[in-house]
Nanobody
């Protein structure tokens, strides 16, 4: 049973940077696409970024391009989300998710395993 554990969330000020990590248990991590999603208070969960098993393909929510970067270290079974120039509207619970296939997708219904989430709060 694969488990995902996010870390790195916290309280920061607008303009700061933060790096989230998501550690996966189990085997075959490099064959699975990974994604980051977020859910702000009172809103539906939304797509943030995704990365293919090798790391060679990535995709981002249009509104976040240029500020957020997804990456992975398959030797450590970990995926990262680097968030720069944070804004108060980035405040949300951030979730990582795993898709049991190599290919990326923005559709959260296509992900098979989810972490518990980590809170990111950006103060103005």
């Amino acid at each position: 049973q694969v488990q995902l554990v996010e870390s790195g969330g916290g309280l920061v000020q607008a303009g700061d940077s933060l790096r989230l990590s998501c550690a996966a248990s189990g085997r075959s991590f490099s064959t699975y696409a990974m994604g980051w999603f977020r859910q702000a208070p009172g809103k539906e969960r939304e797509f943030v970024a995704t990365i293919s098993g090798s790391g060679g393909s990535t995709s981002y929510a249009d509104s976040l391009k240029g500020r957020f970067t997804i990456s992975r270290d398959n030797a450590k079974n970990t995926v990262y989300l680097q968030m720069n120039s944070l804004k108060p509207e980035d405040t949300a619970v951030y979730y990582c998710a795993m898709r049991r296939t190599y290919y990326i997708t923005k559709n959260q219904r296509d992900y098979d395993v989810w972490g518990q989430g980590t809170q990111v709060t950006v103060s103005s």
